[in-house]
């Protein structure tokens, strides 16, 4: 590839000589280089685990961007809100010829010129800062609780996207054994030990699952699409095929340790709303602080022809005349305040009851999967292959067979079903917890 490169650019080496052979070389060595920046990265298709769809979210969900856009904002207002004001500059010409008025220089005699700086006092300056530092944090906490929840509507769609693919795969495996024991039936009916109804009913049950799998399918397709749009991605984008079982492990041991971090206001959506209270907290008191004067100083100087011929300093106090507005602005942040509390306390009420609602659906589907797991399906495991065999040797009809697979694929599907279960179930607890690993 690097000869290549050089023919196109119609370089010429000579071979001759050390200057040729180092050139050579150079190129040799930093054309890959070259070759693999022209080739941008592209992020890998998600899909093939929950960590996948994770990243995907944090990088690629517009919602979150645009949230921590809004978050960096509120964070680059904290240092300006402590500023002071930006000073004021004046000229003043005096004695300027009333026959011929201008600003022309030397058309006057005297020239006086003013700095003026603000001084707020009291600490106006830092609760100022405390206010938007709590407002900055707020909306970070905020951000976090959304993509909470985002992250819960992903990792629900991913679950339903594996568990079609796995439902798939079970009955495409009853598809097959049904293939093979209506063989069976056909080389009995060939032999004059059954009647040719038996093959007739295996195709009829082969022909239930083949549409079973193209609703399946479609259901799939559904999930597909419903993942892609929470992702950012195009409803019909690609995903990776599941290679194991979604992950979602639930950190807490019990609903009573959940409940009480819940109590704590571990949970973002709290957070946020108690910082939103803190920080309508702060600026009542900024708004009580209001009501001291603040100091202005002026700074001047005075010219006369091209002489500097005095100086003048000047102190200056607001005069806080509006004290009924003062009191309506700090009745404004207290209301504030006590709204932020409120939300603070209904947010942690509501999630209490969806956290008892979560926890209850996820056990229950996870002791149905242990029961089906442990029990349920051995038994109908066992009773499928004792049917199997008593067919085989004319002790059992084709309906007990075709019952007895039809009730061992149905116990699979069965904890399929209560595994998809389960792991929506954790899905939701996740979410309310603050499990985002």
Do not use: C
Not at 33 to 43: I, Q, R, W, Y
Not at 286 to 311: C, F, H, W
């Amino acid at each position: 590839m690097a000869f290549t490169f050089l023919q196109l650019l119609g370089i010429k080496l000579r071979l001759n000589n050390h200057f040729s052979y180092l050139l050579l070389i150079s190129i040799l060595l930093i054309w890959p280089l070259f070759a693999s920046s022209a080739t941008p990265l592209e992020d890998p298709i998600p899909g093939a685990n929950v960590a996948s769809i994770r990243t995907w979210l944090y990088q690629h969900n517009p919602q979150l961007r645009a949230l921590q856009a809004e978050t960096e904002a509120a964070e680059a207002r904290v240092q300006p809100a402590g500023a002071l004001p930006n000073p004021m500059f004046s000229v003043e010409f005096l004695g300027i010829n009333a026959s011929q008025p201008s600003m022309a220089p030397g058309n006057d005699d005297t020239s006086i010129y003013r700095v003026r700086q603000g001084f707020p006092l009291w600490g106006k300056r830092e609760l100022s800062r405390d206010v938007e530092r709590n407002k900055a944090k707020a909306y970070g906490l905020d951000r976090d609780a959304v993509a909470l929840d985002l992250l819960a509507r992903a990792e629900d769609s991913y679950v339903r996207y594996w568990y079609i693919g796995e439902a798939e795969a079970i009955i495409n495996r009853q598809i097959s054994l049904i293939e093979q024991i209506q063989e069976i039936a056909s080389t009995r009916y060939a032999l004059g030990l059954a009647v040719q109804q038996d093959s007739i009913r295996a195709q009829v049950e082969r022909t239930a699952m083949q549409r079973e799998l193209i609703e399946r399918r479609t259901v799939r397709r559904e999930a597909v699409a419903e993942l892609n749009s929470v992702l950012g991605r195009r409803v019909d984008a690609s995903l990776a095929t599941p290679i194991s079982q979604p992950d979602l492990a639930v950190s807490s041991n019990n609903l009573a340790t959940s409940l009480e971090s819940l109590e704590h206001g571990v949970h973002p959506g709290i957070q946020a709303s108690l910082t939103m209270a803190t920080a309508a907290s702060r600026n009542v008191e900024l708004v009580k602080r209001n009501r001291y004067p603040d100091v202005y100083l002026t700074v001047g100087a005075m010219q006369q022809n091209t002489n500097i011929e005095s100086y003048e300093v000047m102190l200056e106090v607001e005069i806080p005349f509006q004290q009924r507005a003062l009191r309506e602005r700090e009745r404004e942040s207290r209301l504030l305040e006590e709204s932020a509390l409120a939300r603070a306390s209904q947010e942690q009420l509501d999630l209490q009851g969806r956290l008892g609602m979560a926890w209850s659906r996820w056990n229950g589907a996870k002791e149905q999967r242990e029961l089906i797991e442990n029990t349920l399906l051995p038994q109908a495991d066992a009773n499928y292959k004792s049917a199997l065999a008593s067919y085989q040797v004319s002790k059992v009809d084709f309906g007990t067979l075709l019952a007895a697979l039809t009730e061992w694929q149905g116990a699979d599907l069965a904890r399929i079903d209560a595994t998809r279960d389960e792991l929506l179930g954790a899905v939701a607890v996740r979410a309310i917890i603050g499990d985002s690993k």
